[in-house]
Nanobody, 124 residues
Framework: VQLQASGGGLVQAGDSLRLSCVASGGTYSSNWMGWFRQAPGKEREFVAAINWRSGHTYYADSVKGRFTISRDKAKNMVFLEMNSLKPEDSAVYYC??????????????????WGQGTQVTVSS
């Protein structure tokens, strides 16, 4: 499975961006899709996850109420709608796919497949 993320860019604080991630290259059987981000000098952190079958969504506290994760099962795509962006949201954003239990979805170790990352920069 290959993941391709896109949609990043340079925006101002308060603006919105929509990230996309498409899965290709074989049978897509992961039950979780997630978004993580990594800022310079910091560890990769969980942003949001969606259960592929049920559509249930989960968010980091730092983005809850501002970001929305969604999926298009027919197109094997997952999206991250980001509103009210803040400078501290600046990072490289990665989409990921994996199988696991709910208690593990915030850990990057649960995810087997990763996209290449897309840069999001929010200026103040």
């Amino acid at each position: 499975v290959q993941l391709q993320a896109s949609g990043g860019g340079l925006v101002q604080a308060g603006d919105s961006l929509r990230l996309s991630c498409v899965a290709s290259g074989g049978t897509y059987s992961s039950n979780w899709m997630g978004w993580f981000r990594q800022a310079p000098g910091k560890e990769r952190e969980f942003v949001a996850a969606i259960n592929w079958r049920s559509g249930h969504t989960y968010y980091a506290d730092s983005v809850k109420g501002r970001f929305t994760i969604s999926r298009d099962k027919a197109k094997n795509m997952v999206f991250l709608e980001m509103n009210s962006l803040k400078p501290e949201d600046s990072a490289v954003y990665y989409c990921a796919a994996g199988n696991g239990i709910l208690s593990s979805i915030r850990s990057s170790r649960m995810y087997n497949y990763w996209g290449q990352g897309t840069q999001v920069t929010v200026s103040s």
